[in-house]
């Protein structure tokens, strides 16, 4: 190879590895006056982001229903519903301008609802599904705490 293919192909690995980067790691983000990170979204992607924490709140409130009532069967229903199976509904777009440590929150989230759901079913155990949700709940406030939205539209 020469000299101006091989500079070529380090340049174009450059810009791959930036491209990665902006998707998969830091995403659309700016350091807010709050000392939170400002994730930048259009109008329907925060639609989105905040319709699906909506849908967390619901279930953690019919979650607390269930556990107080020692219905399992509610417990578990609730979990479902927001489990890793709802993560498939949002655009790569979206993904795209969300950060690593927003993903991972996420992700935790939705695994845990998961858990939650499963343990439920199979042990009926209303003590722990209750340290489960205290433990799930703890995503919920440190993402709130980390992280807020701002809307730049395109």
Known sequence: MNKKCIVFIVVLLLVVMAGAYKFIIQG???SGSDGRTTI???TD????VLKEMRAFLESVQQI???????NMELVAEYAKKVGTAT???VPGTLMGKLPISFKKLGFDTHSKFDLLALDAESLGDSSHSLRQLSELMENCVACHATHRFEI???
């Open 64 to 70: 607390t229903k269930g556990i107080s009532n020692n």
């Open 28 to 30: 659309s983000v700016s």
């Open 45 to 48: 992607e925060r639609d989105l």
């Open 87 to 89: 993560q498939n509904e």
């Open 40 to 42: 930048h979204l259009s």
């Open 152 to 154: 730049r539209e395109k």
